[in-house]
T-cell receptor, first 113, second 111 residues
Framework: EPEVTQTPSHQVTQMGQEVILRCVPI?????FYWYRQILGQKVEFLVS????????KSEIFDDQFSVERPDGSNFTLKIRSTKLEDSAMYFC???????????FGAGTRLSVL | RKEVEQDPGPFNVPEGATVAFNCTYS??????FFWYRQDCRKEPKLLMS???SGNEDGRFTAQLNRASQYISLLIRDSKLSDSATYLC????????????FGTGTRLTIIP
């Protein structure tokens, strides 16, 4: 069964450093998403991406964050100048155009020290 | 009012019992509804979509009441493997991108 792949599974970084979280969506999917989940809290939407541009973003997704689809398979989330409160699980998701079902990757656990 | 509200539980239920979860949503324009399950420190996985007519998948039955803005999930003959957090998820409309999650209801099935 095709799946969304995320790397790394765990990223540890120092406060103020930049991190790039990587995702390979399901190959025939057209819509891509990032969500985050702070430990013990609900899953929160960050951003959606379609046709090489952001289609929607949340209040959380400020200038510190950016997304990119650098080639035909990868979808990345960059966090500049990380803060302690950026520590969370970051989930990538993708969906095909036909069905409104998003499939999630296993997540990257980001720990900012 | 929270966009999607769920009883956080925990629900501790003996194996074989029937358990029901409820969820309410605040945006009457919402169009798509789902139940996802999430195991500890894992990703959300789609359990089932929820339709106005109600739908059933094996031991799982989901219902939607648009007038009351209320979604339910019923699990019959519960198994140990059903232990997880159940997430009520809403999408405003088919063109709207984001999924809005509830905080989840934690279920533990007791042998």
């Amino acid at each position: 069964e095709p799946e969304v792949t995320q790397t790394p599974s765990h990223q540890v970084t120092q406060m103020g450093q930049e991190v790039i979280l990587r995702c390979v969506p399901i190959s025939n999917h057209l819509y891509f998403y990032w969500y985050r989940q702070i430990l013990g809290q609900k899953v929160e939407f960050l951003v959606s991406f379609y046709n090489n541009e952001i289609s929607e973003k949340s209040e959380i997704f400020d200038d510190q964050f950016s997304v990119e689809r650098p080639d035909g398979s990868n979808f990345t989330l960059k966090i500049r100048s990380t803060k302690l409160e950026d520590s969370a699980m970051y989930f990538c998701a993708s969906r095909a155009g036909a069905k409104n079902i998003q499939y999630f990757g296993a997540g990257t656990r980001l720990s900012v020290l | 009012r929270k966009e999607v509200e769920q009883d956080p539980g925990p629900f501790n239920v003996p194996e074989g019992a029937t358990v029901a979860f409820n969820c309410t949503y605040s945006n009457s324009a919402s169009q798509s509804f789902f139940w996802y399950r999430q195991d500890c420190r894992k990703e959300p996985k789609l359990l089932m979509s929820v339709y106005s007519s109600g739908n059933e998948d094996g031991r799982f039955t989901a219902q939607l009441n648009r007038a009351s803005q209320y979604i339910s999930l019923l699990i019959r003959d519960s198994k140990l493997s059903d232990s997880a957090t159940y997430l009520c998820v809403v999408n405003k409309n088919f063109g709207n991108e984001k999924l809005t999650f509830g905080t989840g209801t934690r279920l533990t099935i007791i042998p």
